[in-house]
């Protein structure tokens, strides 16, 4: 439930970084003479590796809270 919870906003911040990017890849050439823009698979594959990240690293804090006993952790506070 946090991972598909905390996926959404990743997913849409991916997705809108990899439709810009393609959409305004070709105006840098305009910009700047020996720019090239990347590929669209590169641009995809560069999403897919942010979004993994970001699925591991909250599945291991999503794991460490799901082990924590919830009394003792306030008790604590």
């Given amino acids: 439930m946090i991972l598909r919870q905390c996926m959404g906003p990743v997913f849409a911040g991916v997705l809108a970084g ?14 700047m003479a020996s720019a090239q823009p990347a590929g669209v698979w590169m641009q995809a594959s560069a999403g897919i590796a942010i979004a993994t990240a970001t699925a591991c690293a909250i599945w291991a804090g999503a794991g460490r809270v799901m082990r ?10």
């Fill in 68 to 77: 924590m006993n919830p009394t003792e952790a306030l008790r604590v506070e």
């Fill in 18 to 31: 990899v439709f810009g990017a393609a959409r305004l890849g070709p105006m840098l050439t305009y910009l």
